[in-house]
Every structure is written in C-alpha cells, then in structure tokens.
C-alpha cells in the first residue's frame, strides 16, 4: 500500500513539475535569431486575435500592477459596443495600446516623437542579435531601432505636444511623477511593450496574463515568429487598411488585428482622439 502512495505521489510532483515549467515557459518570448534578422535589430509587433479575445481584461488590470499606473490613465484598454440590431446583434472587443508606429513613408518618425520639442538629444547604441552597433538618438519621447517608442522623463517638459499628436489617444499625463526638467508639471505615461521585461527575454505583462492568448507579442523580422506566421497567414502587413487602426492617419501602425467581425468598422475602432478628453487610449464611456 505505501509503495502505491509512494508513485502516486511522485507522479504528483512529476505533473506539478510539468505543468510549473510550462506555465514559466508562456511568460517568456522566443530568442531573437541573429540568422531571421541578419543585421537587422528586431521589429516587435503585437498581433490581437479577436478570435480569442473575450474581453475578461486582465490585461488592463496586469499593466495597471505592472506600472503604477494613476487613477484616470491607461496603458491598454479594452472596448467594447454592441452592433446590429436585436435579435441579431453582436458584441466585439477591441483591444487597444500604443501602436508602437513606424512613422510615416517620408522619414519613419512617428508623429509623437516628431512633436516632441526634446527629440532628438543623445547619440545612443543598439546592438543587433548578430553583433552589429545601430546608432540612434534618444529623447523625452524617442523611437528605438527594434520600433519601440519610449519615454525618458529626465528630458520631458511636461508639454503634452506627444499626447496631442497621437491619434490612438495611447497616452496621458502621469499624475504620479514630474517630468524631469519642469517639476511644475506632470510626466507621460503610455504603453512601452514592458520594455523592461522583453530585454530580459519575458513578455509582455499583458501578453503573459491572457487567458486566450489573443495578444500575440514577437519579432517580425523572424520568419519563425508566431507573429510573423500569423501575418503571412492572414495578409495582415499587405492588408494593414484593413488590419490595423486608423490607416487613414497613415503613422504606420504595428499592432495588428486579426478580425473576423470587422470590429475594426466600429465606431469605437473609428474615433480619434480629441484634445483634452477625459481618457487616454480612447476608453469608451
């Protein structure tokens, strides 16, 4: 009889074991590969596959724990409206965050950093998976050669001109931190991609805490990327008119949507973002 409770219970440990390696595995993103990207520095994009997502928003509430986030404010949102009409309606989610763009065909800026008064100030470097130095310059709000678009407080003035020239209304002022060269004012807060957490090979807050896995997170200048599978699949960088938001503001944006319900004709996918609105990343309400 022991010997029986003895292998049950190392069956146990085995599983819990398992299934702990498993659940560590899906909060990390894969190895950049120097042979996918050549001399290239990663493209992070994020893929949201409205197939999947059920609008729990567990990913406002992980990126609200993940950065402090102040009453009022918001790195990432869920929206939500009902369309047609009763009995056959439908109810779609739309996530939403900074779109992390590429910035227009004419100079690859995104509008933000081209408005931002402090860009560009310091040379800085990136090395690639291969090795090799890129060269950027940083600044109160700045691109990174992987497409990141990141703040730097010590250089912020408070302004808000980004908040402004950001149609997706994926930022706001940070109500918990001064920006760094006029105290009188408060700093920005806004979506980095947990910039922090994938340097170190983790994923996103966001991405690790979703229970469908509809936010998919990679490199797509990987051809093995999930993210990059997923827009061969569904034509999503040769379609982004219909893949993405707000074409029209022509910021080439990279977050993509995989929309079977055209939640992206919506009219919470449509709105703009207006000055001075109570919200950032365009709350419903």
């Known amino acids: 009889?022991?010997?029986k409770v003895d292998v049950t219970r190392r069956k146990m440990v085995k599983t819990a074991g398992m299934v702990a390696a498993g659940v560590a595995a899906a909060g990390l993103i894969p190895a950049v590969k120097a042979s996918a990207a050549g001399e290239k520095a990663p493209r992070w994009v994020m893929v949201f596959d409205l197939r999947r997502c059920i609008g729990c928003r567990a990913c406002t509430?992980?990126?609200?724990?993940?950065?402090?986030v102040p009453l009022g404010a918001w790195n990432t949102v869920v929206n939500e409206e009902v369309v047609g009409k009763y009995p056959n309606t439908k109810k779609p989610f739309l996530p939403i965050r900074c779109n992390?763009?590429?910035?227009?065909?004419?100079?690859?800026?995104?509008?933000?950093v081209k408005n931002c008064?402090?860009?560009?100030?310091?040379r800085q470097k990136f090395?690639?998976?291969?090795g090799k130095t890129i060269r950027y310059r940083d600044g109160a709000t700045y691109k990174r050669p992987d497409g990141l678009i990141l703040i730097k407080n010590e250089y912020c003035t408070g302004c808000g001109k980004c908040i402004e020239a950001c149609p997706y209304g994926a930022r706001a002022f940070n109500k918990r931190i001064k920006s760094g060269k006029d105290t009188s004012k408060n700093g920005i807060t806004k979506c980095s991609s947990c910039q922090h957490r994938i340097d170190q090979g983790v994923a996103p807050a966001c991405v690790n805490i979703c229970q469908g896995r509809a936010r998919i997170f990679g490199d797509?200048?990987?051809p093995d990327s999930e993210v990059s599978k997923l827009a061969k699949e569904f034509e999503l960088i040769k379609n982004r008119d219909k893949?993405?938001?707000?074409?029209?503001?022509?910021t080439v944006p990279m977050n993509f949507y995989v929309d079977?319900?055209?939640?992206l004709n919506t009219k919470m996918a449509r709105k703009k973002y207006e000055k001075m609105a109570s919200y950032s990343c365009k709350v419903n309400g």
């Open 1 to 3: 009889m022991s010997e």
């Open 127 to 130: 090395e690639t998976p291969d």
């Open 100 to 112: 992390h763009c590429e910035g227009n065909e004419a100079d690859n800026v995104p509008p933000c």
């Open 243 to 250: 893949s993405t938001l707000l074409p029209a503001e022509k």
């Open 61 to 68: 509430v992980a990126c609200k724990a993940e950065y402090d």
């Open 220 to 222: 797509l200048n990987d």
């Open 117 to 122: 008064p402090e860009y560009p100030k310091e």
């Open 260 to 263: 079977p319900d055209n939640a």
